[in-house]
């Protein structure tokens, strides 16, 4: 057990930070939160809303002894050099996702932590939303056998969601908001991925969708990453010999819900889901030829919305489309292992905003790797680096590299218990 407790800077006080700065002033483990931001505006009014001090600049939290921890949430292309600079700082981190936008910087990460034995714990929502916390249990019950296919999709249309980019990009905010949508692919692959502890990608071949009527957006001279693909879908090989299909969209018609597992499909049972309900179907042991189809709905959607579902479907799935359940757990999310501090305080992400605090946080106070460890979300990340040069080169087949999984001598925690 770590003894000292946490002196952590949160790095970032954008859009997104603000969800986690009373997560983690409220874990049992945090002893000192601080905030800081280039735009000390920003910075103030997360003084102010928070009731937390400043900090002069990541640099200088990287020099002080008395800080050993740092959480980064600025914009993800920063993420990588500045999760290699902390942990050579020696500071634990906690960082938004993606993990980088390299491969080279995972590699980089992995190899510091190993070295270190310092926390790293990123922040995947993916990997706690209610259907891959169900697929998981099952695959591991063996309820599907056999795991053949699985498909996942982050949806995420930016012509409704420039502010997004616009608090940090400013007047030149689509050149950032072009960035190739698998170079942010964490929260498809790591629902399939996270369902199946220790399978990997070893193949990709994968597809971009061109000539967007978003042309200001997408296209070769139109952004930072000369990128033409506002959509794109990639074609997995995993390592047990099941294949995975993931997209990553940017620019459809739908927008919520957003990241879901659509199928999971194995030799002996299957789970699908559809705009609010879940199904699991297994084949049925007096007959064989038949199979047993279940709705697995109320275990999955938050209660508010499984009630709605059963009174008034035409209503639930506007409430849905509108965002209903977003900061409300499910069932099936193990809720009973998180600190009795974190009742009753803001959410977020279908409820999954807790379990990654309380990660990071557990990880850090017992010593054992958090189940986001580097190792993981390479795991997640690394196919999209690779899946957006196959689809710049037509749907080319390319190798998956793998960093391979965690030190022997170093637990993993697990997503249920604590
Ligand atoms: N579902 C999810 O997991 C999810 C959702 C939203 C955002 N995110 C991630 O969270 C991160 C932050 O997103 P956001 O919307 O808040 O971005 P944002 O652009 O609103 O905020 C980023 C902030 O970081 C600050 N910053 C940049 N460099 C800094 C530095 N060196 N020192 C101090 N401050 C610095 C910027 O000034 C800005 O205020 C992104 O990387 C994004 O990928 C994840």
């Known amino acids: 057990m770590n003894k000292e407790k946490l002196r952590i800077v949160v790095i970032g006080c954008g859009r ?3 969800f986690f700065v009373p997560l983690f002033k409220a874990h049992p483990v945090v002893e000192k ?4 931001d280039l735009k000390k505006d920003r910075e103030q009014e997360y003084m102010q809303k928070f009731g937390v001090e400043g900090y002069e600049s990541f640099e200088k939290a990287l020099e002080d002894k008395s800080i050993n921890a740092v959480a980064i949430f600025t914009q993800r292309f920063k993420h990588g ?3 290699i600079d902390a942990l050579k700082a020696g500071k634990n981190v906690y960082s938004a996702v993606p993990c980088a936008v390299s491969i080279d910087e995972i590699k980089e990460i992995a190899r510091l932590v190993k070295e270190t034995r310092l926390t790293y714990s990123m922040g995947e ?17 063996g309820t599907f056998g056999k795991f053949v296919y699985g498909e996942a999709h982050y949806n995420h249309d930016i012509r409704n ?36 502890p220790g399978v990997y990608a070893t193949k990709v071949s994968a597809m971009g969708f061109e000539g967007s009527s978003r042309t200001d957006i997408f296209g070769e001279d139109k952004n930072n990453y000369k990128n033409p693909f506002s959509n794109e879908t990639m074609l997995l090989k995993l390592s047990n010999g099941g294949i995975a299909r993931i997209s990553e969209n940017r620019c459809v018609g739908w927008h919520a819900p957003e990241t879901y597992i659509s199928q999971f499909y194995g030799e002996d049972g299957a789970y699908e889901f559809s705009v609010a309900n879940h199904h699991l179907s297994t084949w049925n042991p007096e007959n064989p030829k038949m199979n047993v189809l279940k709705r697995v709905t109320d275990e999955l959607q938050p209660k508010s919305v499984s009630d709605l579902i059963k009174s008034d479907y035409d209503k639930a799935i506007q409430e849905i489309a509108d965002g209903m359940g977003f900061y409300e757990t499910s069932p099936i999310q193990p809720t009973e292992r ?3 501090e974190y009742e009753g305080i803001w959410n977020g992400h279908n409820g999954t905003h807790h379990f990654l605090i309380d990660d990071f946080c557990r990880a ?6 958090s189940p986001t460890n580097i190792w993981a979300v390479a795991r997640y990340n690394i196919p999209g680096l690779i899946a957006h040069e196959s689809a710049l080169k037509g749907g080319v087949l390319m190798d998956v590299p793998d960093l391979g999984n965690p ?5 993993v925690l697990d997503y249920d218990k604590n």
């Open 125 to 141: 929502t993916g990997v706690y939303r209610a259907p891959a916390m169900f697929c998981r249990r099952e695959y591991k019950k």
């Open 16 to 18: 997104f930070s603000k």
């Open 33 to 36: 939160v601080y905030v800081c």
């Open 338 to 340: 998180l600190p009795k």
């Open 364 to 369: 850090y106070a017992t010593g054992k790797l």
């Open 407 to 411: 030190p022997d001598d170093w637990e």
């Open 161 to 196: 969601m420039e502010d997004s980019f616009k608090s940090s990009g400013g007047d030149n905010w689509k050149k950032f908001a072009g960035v190739p949508p698998f170079f942010y692919p964490t929260h498809s692959t790591a629902m399939i991925l996270s369902s199946m």
């Open 81 to 83: 050099q500045m999760v």
